[in-house]
């Protein structure tokens, strides 16, 4: 069973940093397409960026654009969520995701992701 465990939230100042990382007990993000969600109270949760882990194409949310970086180190089976000049509204239970189930194209799934993590807050003041 695929464990995925994120880490490096936390509260920042409106423009502050944060990394988060996902790591996977196996190599799982060498798949398929792996994905970093957020949810706010009250809202859906939506897609934030996503990493095509064969061919490296990435995918981000036009809300982070510019501001977010998401990289991957294999031999860590880690990948991280970079995420600059935040902002209130980035407040939210940021989750990662492995394993499309579907068509993982520029980094984005089209489907379903097969395993979540436990989530980490970000808080942004």
């Known amino acids: 069973h695929v464990q995925l465990v994120e880490s490096g939230g936390g509260s920042v100042q409106n423009g502050g940093s944060l990394r988060l990382s996902c790591t996977a007990s196996?190599?799982?993000?060498?798949?398929?397409?792996m994905g970093w969600f957020r949810q706010a109270p009250g809202k859906d949760r939506e897609v934030v960026a996503g990493?095509?882990?064969?061919?490296?194409?990435?995918h981000y949310a036009d809300s982070v654009k510019g501001r977010f970086t998401i990289s991957r180190d294999r031999a860590k089976n880690t990948v991280y969520l970079e995420m600059n000049a935040l902002k209130p509204g980035d407040t939210a239970t940021y989750y990662c995701?492995?394993?499309?189930?579907?068509?993982?194209?520029?980094?984005?799934?089209?489907?379903?992701?097969?395993?979540w993590g436990q989530g980490t807050q970000v808080t942004v003041s």
């Open positions: 990493l095509n882990t064969r061919l490296d194409f990435s």
């Open positions: 995701a492995a394993v499309c189930v579907g068509t993982c194209s520029g980094g984005y799934c089209y489907g379903r992701y097969n395993h």
């Open positions: 196996d190599d799982t993000f060498s798949r398929s397409c």
